[in-house]
């Protein structure tokens, strides 16, 4: 039972606050936390009618739950897809995901600027379970996209990529790519972890597929593991089906209730962060040590514009390229307020060294090639107070 109202007058905060309700029967404010593995039948008759698909039920909570059902509804709700299927982490989705890609025996189109992990599941499993798969340089292409062209009319199971990337802050148009997927009959997936639907939403602008470490901005409070995938009804019950229930990585219902607790104040928390972000970005670009900042909000980004076209607000991920790697470490190690850890959408400011951290198991070549310089800091700017903030980051610059 979605809110009463006429639709098309709902904003992007109404609908984050009252998201799909209705599972409870009593009417609570809060949905109740279905935790239970299985669930009984009356009769066998029923049993038939729920397996046969005649009457709505669930089965088992591996395929099915009605809190993460109520997630499930309120995210393909906010990213304006038909259907959506959740997922015990990001990295179970894009699992998912990409081995249902696999399945199809043809190649698999990545862009080079991904987040390690996926670039991991890419090395370490799909490529030794056989796939062919191919890196497309958004960087390279400028705004005539021919080497993703000639890429596309080769065919491929998908395409993959992120914008802002993780932790690069690249941009990809949208629209632009979206198009020339549909052209060529190729799915396109895009990981909106780092802008979350209060920022953009791929699907609006051609996308097949969202997907999300529900880890980050959507739970919002660094405490919980949580992902979900977003699109067409037939393409999620298709994933639902076979790679969410077989592989089984599958969302707990305590989880789904907090991320659906999380995404109430959404909209509210990405504005913050972004003015944040955006206050640091500008106070970092001006001063003498630092050699880079990666920021969409910033005019001399190479994605701003497209950004702007696409993005609601900038977020509250950034990156900072410093002279060396000795900088950058004594950089995170002079701040106190931005705590030193990888994550990020948190409502406290965490900061992380690719190269000693998240990227830390490739090589300095494999790294170059996805843009990651001993330099690089990123940065997850959080909820705290501007001006300490500011303060954190000018005190710990003075150590350079
Ligand atoms: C952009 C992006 N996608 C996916 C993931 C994986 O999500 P999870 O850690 O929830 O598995 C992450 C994690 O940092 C990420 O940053």
């Known amino acids: 039972m979605a809110m009463e109202g006429p639709e098309e007058q709902r904003g992007f905060e109404t609908e984050a606050v009252h998201g799909e309700e209705g599972i409870d029967p009593y009417r609570a404010l809060t949905p109740p936390i279905y935790m239970t593995s299985t669930y009984t039948f009356p009769s066998m008759e029923t049993v038939d009618r729920v397996l046969g698909g005649e009457e709505e039920g669930y089965v088992y909570s591996r395929a099915s739950n009605p809190t993460v059902r109520q997630f499930e509804r309120t995210m393909a ?56 798969v191919r890196f497309v340089d958004f960087r390279e292409q400028g705004s005539s996209y021919t080497r993703l062209e000639e890429e596309l009319r080769e065919g491929a199971a998908g395409l993959f990529l992120e914008t802002p990337s993780n932790p690069t802050l690249d941009i990809v148009d949208l629209a632009a790519v979206a198009s020339l997927c549909r052209t060529y009959g190729v799915p396109l997936a895009v990981d909106n972890t780092f802008a979350s639907p209060a920022l953009q939403k ?17 739970g919002g409070h660094g405490d919980l593991l949580g992902g979900v995938a977003v699109g067409a009804r037939e393409t999620i019950q298709a994933l639902r089906a076979t790679e969410a229930s077989l592989l089984g990585a599958t969302l707990s219902p305590m989880n789904a209730w907090l991320i659906l607790r999380g995404i109430k ?3 509210l928390r990405m504005v913050a962060h972004s003015v944040r972000a955006s206050a640091l970005a500008r106070l970092l670009s001006e001063k003498a040590p630092v050699v880079r900042v990666h920021y969409p909000g910033l005019p001399e980004h190479p994605g701003h514009e497209i950004a702007c076209r696409q993005m609601k607000g900038m977020g509250g991920m950034l990156a900072v390229q410093f ?10 190690d002079g701040l106190r307020i931005i705590r030193i850890g990888v994550s990020l959408g948190d409502p406290g400011s965490l900061v992380e060294h690719p190269s000693s951290m998240s990227h830390r198991g490739w090589s300095t070549e494999v790294r170059r090639a996805m843009g990651i310089e001993d330099g690089l800091v990123r940065m997850s700017v959080g909820l705290e107070s501007p001006d300490d903030l500011c ?6 610059l003075t150590r350079l």
């Open 77 to 132: 709700l906010l990213e304006g897809g038909e259907e959506s299927v959740a997922f015990s982490s990001g990295m179970g989705a894009i699992a998912a995901l990409l081995l249902s890609w696999l399945k199809k025996g043809t190649p698999l189109l990545f862009s080079r600027h991904l987040y390690s992990g996926t670039r991991h599941f890419i090395e370490s499993m799909l490529i030794p379970l056989g796939a062919t």
């Open 202 to 218: 791929p699907l609006e602008h051609g996308a097949d597929i969202v997907i999300h470490s529900a880890t980050k901005y959507l």
């Open 265 to 267: 104040t959404l909209a």
């Open 323 to 332: 002279a060396s790697g000795k900088a950058a470490r004594t950089f995170m």
């Open 391 to 396: 303060g954190d980051v000018e005190a710990a």
